[in-house]
Structure formats: structure tokens, C-alpha cells
């Protein structure tokens, strides 16, 4: 059982790596500095790879009868399902922060720098690409913004249905492009929901593995006297 939980969270790691989700690369403008430091897919690896490992440690001492090993093989398994709650909470944590700093940091941005700064045009211009996007809220939030002013009222070409055309009010008004905000949050949480939804499938495993380890534990302490 172990075994096979240590290849699903490796398996998720994988993925989330291999997408670039662990980290939102793909938000573009959205891949903060503060993101950098949370990597869950090196950690479920990690965890994952350490699963594997101790399902043999367990069958071992299964097999061999061996208190010792049965021992060592629960004390390993709930640090690592104390690990994966304590995960759960900071992915809480963080989801707060991360809207938190969207919240206060993107508009102001989007006004003062889009069009001036190469960098964050670039970056902003990827995320409204990608996403099929316009604006933090939307097309509005270039209302009196740099670009917006410097181009004669007119927006960026994302915010309407056809780039091709003049992107004036009445076009982004008609062409009603949703902003980035809610395909970012939307995007987020199905991730978090796959991943979440492996997690709590490996914690099921590890608390049934842990049982089945006292109990045999358990049996043999009996035996023994």
C-alpha cells in the first residue's frame, strides 16, 4: 500500500514539475518572487520517493517478523503524514497570500508600468495571451492607465475579439474579454483540487498502512510473551 502511495505523490510531483504548475510559471506576469520558494513538486517527489522506499522497510519486517523494523517503519510513516498536514496548512496560507498580493499588487502595475516597462509588457502581454484575458478585472482597468493615455484611448488589441481591429471602448466593450483574475483563480484551484485529491487518497493509505503496522506490532508483542 505504501509503495503504491510513494508512486502516486512521485507521479503527481512529476507532473506538476514537468507542467510548471508547482511554481505558476505558466502565469506569466503572475510568477512572483515569493513563489520561488515553494516547489511542491520537488516535495511530493521527495515524499513520494521516501514512500516507496519505506513499503519495502515495512514488507521487510512483515515478512521477518521483526518488531524493531515494524517499529521504525510507523515512526518514519507519521512523520511524513504529520509532514503532508503541515503542507496542507501552508498551501492554505499561501492561496490567502497569493490572492492577497494579486489583489494589492496587479492593478497598479497594469496602469503605471504596461507600455513603458518592456519587462512587464512582455509578461502581461504572455498572461493575456495565454489565458484569453484582458486586465486584472477587465479591458476597464487600462482606463487612464500609461498605455492607455500614450495610445489615444485606445487598449491593448487583447481586449477585444478580433486583434486586428481598433481596440476602442465600444469594441472591448462588445467583445467583453473577461479579465485575467478569474481564469488565474479558476486555473489554481484545479490544480490544487487534483493534487489535493491525491494527497488525502495517499494520507488514506498511510493511515491504513500505520494500523496494519501496530497491529501486527501488536500480535507479535503478544506472542513474544
Given amino acids: ?15 506538476l514539475n514537468v507542467a510548471g504548475d508547482s511554481r505558476l ?38 515478512k521477518k517478523e521483526s518488531k524493531c523494523l515494524l517499529i521504525m517503519f510507523f515512526s518514519i510513516i507519521l512523520v511524513i503524514f504529520i509532514s503532508e498536514l503541515a503542507t496542507a496548512a501552508i498551501t492554505v496560507a499561501y492561496s490567502s497570500l497569493l490572492e ?12 503605471e508600468q504596461y507600455g513603458k516597462d518592456k519587462v512587464v509588457t512582455d509578461m502581461w502581454n504572455v498572461t493575456m495571451t495565454k489565458l484569453h484575458c484582458c486586465g486584472y478585472n477587465n479591458y476597464t482597468d487600462f482606463n487612464n492607465s500609461y498605455y492607455y493615455e500614450e495610445n489615444g484611448d485606445i487598449y491593448p488589441p ?24 478569474d481564469l488565474i483563480n479558476l486555473t489554481i484551484k484545479k490544480k490544487f483540487y487534483i493534487v489535493g485529491g491525491v494527497a488525502a487518497g495517499v494520507c488514506g493509505v498511510e493511515l491504513a498502512a500505520m494500523a496494519v503496522c501496530m497491529c501486527l506490532f501488536c500480535y507479535l508483542d503478544k506472542q513474544g510473551t
Fill in 1 to 15: 500500500m505504501t509503495k503504491v502511495g510513494g508512486l502516486a505523490l512521485t507521479a503527481v510531483g512529476i507532473w
Fill in 25 to 62: 510559471q505558466f502565469l506569466g506576469i503572475f510568477d512572483l518572487n515569493i513563489l520561488h520558494g515553494v516547489n511542491f513538486g520537488y516535495f511530493f517527489i521527495a515524499i513520494g520517493g521516501v514512500m516507496a522506499l519505506l513499503g519495502f522497510l515495512g514488507c521487510c519486517g512483515a
Fill in 100 to 111: 492577497n498580493v494579486l489583489n494589492a499588487w496587479s492593478t497598479p502595475v497594469l496602469k
Fill in 158 to 181: 487583447n481586449c477585444c475579439e478580433d486583434p486586428e481591429i481598433l481596440c476602442d471602448a465600444e469594441n472591448a466593450r462588445q467583445s467583453d474579454i473577461k479579465g485575467c483574475y
